[in-house]
């Protein structure tokens, strides 16, 4: 297996506006296209000599290139071609509303249609021979899933991170019902969700789903001096499409044959642990790596937990 520096704490600001910074500007490329319906896409893709294999990241809610510096990095050094585009209504890619803080989808198989679209117009074309592993986080696990669901094709493998194959939800079906009826008759799919709140610029690092503070502030900082960036609360549509995905995944569930490794997290505080108990039921092929003392973002949890993290995400690929 390749070894990685992996970085600790105290490194890691500097490692990543030196380095780091270095490695996107002379290996990362950009670019744009035009999905299924027009959105035009942003992306990035680093592809080193002799390639392994191709991994394609597919984040979560909120997230961004930036948030996966320091991940696309290490997959990189270890002789993997990694490729990550921004989903709708993220980063620098479009589908954002008015109000871009507040993140709007009108069902998942958008989600899952962007990527396709993706997929085949800039993975393919740029790893005809090479063999492909789908990396997902969190909304991006629903959202890879779901696609591994539709199209068996493109990857021989997967890796879920913290997926949310069923989001936590406190809510009665009964007012949940009634949030779809009020939202629909009054056109109010795009309005923040309750208990949703927009982008103030104020961090909560205590509250978030990392446990390491250069990395949460790293984020952050992107976060305040880019707009593109400020994605921060949910709308009604959002979280009722999210709420949908679980019977989704679980219904398509059985069509699954490729090995798919799930890490999880036992501190989540936004995924219900038994979306991990259906799925382990249904997919033979997937086996389960848990993080007890993990919040929900492994790959930002507390450096041993993190070092662990990423070691066992390397021995995976590695075995394929």
């Known amino acids: ?6 970085l600790g704490e105290d490194n890691f600001i500097s490692a990543m ?3 780091n910074k270095a490695w996107r500007r002379e290996h990362v490329s950009q670019g744009v296209f035009n999905s299924f319906d027009g959105t035009k896409m942003n992306y990035y893709y680093a592809i080193p000599d002799s390639a392994k294999r191709a991994i394609v990241i597919v984040h979560g809610f909120c997230e961004f290139w930036a948030k996966f510096h320091e991940y696309a990095w290490y997959l990189y050094e270890a002789g993997y071609a990694v490729f990550f585009m921004e989903q709708r209504g993220h980063g620098y890619s479009g589908g954002k509303l008015k109000t871009p803080d507040i993140v709007y989808i009108d069902n998942y198989n958008t989600y899952v249609e962007d990527l396709h679209v993706f997929v085949e117009k800039i993975v393919v074309p740029n790893t005809s021979s090479m063999r492909r592993t789908l990396l997902a986080h ?4 629903a959202v890879g899933t779901l696609f591994l669901e539709k199209y068996t094709k493109y990857f021989d493998s997967a890796i879920l991170s913290s997926p949310m194959l069923k989001m936590k939800n406190n809510t009665s079906p009964i007012l949940i019902k009634l949030l779809g009826i009020y ?15 927009r ?19 790293y984020m952050f900082e992107r976060r305040l001096k880019d707009e593109h960036y400020q994605t921060y609360g949910a709308s009604i549509g959002w979280a009722l499409a999210s709420l949908k995905t679980n019977k989704v995944i679980m ?8 090995p798919i490794t799930v890490f999880t997290a036992g501190n989540d505080h936004l995924i219900d642990p038994e979306g991990y108990r259906q799925f382990e039921q249904l997919v033979p092929s997937a086996k389960f790596i848990n993080f007890d003392e993990s919040k929900h973002e492994i790959f930002n949890a507390k450096e041993n937990i993190r070092k662990e993290y990423f070691s066992d995400v390397l021995e995976v690929l590695e075995r394929l």
């Open 1 to 6: 297996m390749a070894k990685i520096e992996l």
């Open 17 to 19: 506006n030196t380095e």
């Open 138 to 141: 969190s909304m991006g696990g």
């Open 183 to 197: 939202a629909f008759l009054f056109g109010k799919k795009k309005a923040l969700a309750p208990g949703q709140k």
């Open 199 to 217: 982008f103030d610029g104020k961090p909560v690092f205590e509250t978030s789903s990392a446990m390491s503070k250069p990395r949460y502030d």
């Open 251 to 258: 219904k398509n569930a059985g069509k699954l044959q490729i």
